[in-house]
């Protein structure tokens, strides 16, 4: 059996800490819905023209639309623009957009649309703001544990002669 040294077992921990924080990023990613169809701007603007938006759910710079039915829409991929059926899609807006852009204003006040603005969320900013720190004291901590069971480990196996 090979023994590694103590950068093996460092390195091995970041790999593995690498890892985990990559699979959290992607499963908040999947499990936050950012998966959805995303449209384009002008098709967001096409559909409030032609009636088919019911409600419009602002959150930072992304906002969710609900279809009044689902329909075929043009929705962008890695592989290029497609068309999909949709029922509720999302659309990359700025937040000055909502607030300046007067004709989307009164198309949405025009059409009936329920349009709520959200504040974003700071929970996840927090988190990773804090995670290194509480990640680093973790650390800190087990190598202090390690260290101290180590010293009382070693104090109750020596013997020493009292000269």
């Known amino acids: 059996m090979r023994r590694r040294g103590a950068w093996g077992t460092v390195a ?3 790999l593995t ?3 985990l924080a990559a699979l959290g990023v992607w499963g908040l990613t999947w499990w936050s819905g950012a998966r959805a169809q995303v449209v384009p701007y002008t098709e967001f603007r ?3 023209k032609a ?3 019911a409600r419009v759910v602002v959150q930072g710079e992304t906002a969710t639309v609900r279809l009044n039915q689902g329909l075929p829409v043009r929705v962008l991929t890695p592989g290029g623009p497609v068309t999909r059926d949709a029922r509720q899609v999302r659309v990359r807006v700025p937040g000055e957009v909502i607030t300046s852009d007067t004709h989307l204003m009164a198309l949405i006040q025009q059409q009936r649309v329920d349009l709520r603005v959200k504040q974003p969320s700071q929970w996840l ?3 990773l703001n804090v995670l290194p720190v509480l990640l680093l004291v973790g650390w800190a901590g087990a190598v ?3 260290l101290v ?3 009382w480990w070693a104090a109750r196996r020596v013997k020493v002669a009292n000269p």
Do not use: D
């Open 12 to 14: 091995g921990g970041v």
């Open 125 to 127: 900013g927090i988190l």
């Open 46 to 48: 096409s559909l409030m």
């Open 149 to 151: 069971g180590l010293g």
């Open 144 to 146: 202090a544990a390690l």
């Open 17 to 19: 800490l690498a890892l």
């Open 51 to 53: 009636g088919q938006v």
